[in-house]
């Protein structure tokens, strides 16, 4: 069974979909981290750093289940015809993972894509020439500015992802802040990209935040106020960050990350 975190009648499992290096060095990734802050960073998450001294992200979605139903976050680097071949580990491993956690994907009725870049779209739409919903019941949640600014994110996405979705009726356009009706809220937490959003499960005096690339590192975990090269307006992603990590005082915030080496992070 994946690694999971009970909240209240939610179980928010990570899906593991591949690991590797990334395509450039961390230190043009973060150009204003200071030698103490990527100490820092190291001592907590060690494992990304490898033994050559590259970035090494895990990349995985995260299932959420309930007696509701189940969402999933995200839909990784995909197989290895997808978008995110040139550069990552594909083919992913969502396929085994969801299964390893009993989901068909049949049974997902949700789907929430944070935003628009290949590493977290890959198994959203599969077949090549023949393209069609890898979740064949689900409807597909993405922010409307995600989509009007998906000429400068990628493209490509369009003829790959986009209307494939449209085609089957499986596309839901959001505009900002949304309860879904499985209980859990997507949270619009723009800056990485025009329509990043990530989404939250409360039960009690816990959240869950399913981060997306609201951060991509923990040198950002521990100073959010650290820009990454590759948002698109960086002061928006700052404020988005602040805001998903200033949580009230008296609650406990769990992040539920992509790319570190945990899934689960306790605030």
Do not use: C, K
Not at 64 to 74: A, F, K, N, P, Q
Not at 98 to 108: K, N, Q, T, W, Y
Not at 171 to 195: I, M, Q, Y
């Amino acid at each position: 069974m994946p690694p999971s975190l009970q909240a209240g009648p939610y179980t928010v499992i990570a899906l593991a979909d591949g690991a590797g290096p990334f395509f450039s060095p961390r230190s043009q990734a973060f150009p204003e981290a200071t030698a103490a802050q990527w100490a820092a960073a190291d001592r907590f998450d060690p494992g990304a750093l490898d033994a050559d001294g590259r970035w090494w992200l895990r990349f995985r979605a995260f299932a959420i289940r309930s007696d509701r139903g189940v969402t999933l976050v995200d839909a990784g680097i995909g197989p290895a015809d997808s978008p995110a071949a040139a550069w990552a580990p594909v083919p992913g491993e969502l396929p085994a993972s969801l299964a390893a956690a009993g989901i068909d994907p049949a049974e997902v009725d949700t789907v929430v894509l944070t935003h628009l870049h290949t590493d977290h779209v890959g198994w959203a739409v599969v077949g090549g020439e023949q393209a069609r919903p890898y979740f064949p019941n689900a409807a597909y949640l993405l922010q409307r500015a995600e989509l009007d600014a998906i000429e400068d994110i990628n493209p490509q996405l369009r003829s790959t992802v986009i209307d494939p979705l449209r085609r089957a009726d499986q596309l839901r356009l959001l505009d900002g802040d949304t309860p879904l009706r499985g209980g859990e809220r997507v949270l619009a937490t723009p800056g990485h990209t025009p329509g990043h959003q990530s989404v939250l499960v409360t039960s009690g005096r816990d959240l869950v935040a399913v981060t997306g690339d609201l951060l991509v590192h923990a040198v950002q975990l521990l100073h959010p106020e650290l820009a990454y090269a590759h948002e698109m307006d960086a002061e928006r992603a700052r404020s988005s960050r602040e805001r998903m990590l200033h949580h009230p005082a008296d609650g406990t915030l769990h992040l539920a990350t992509p790319h570190l080496t945990e899934p689960f992070v306790t605030r």
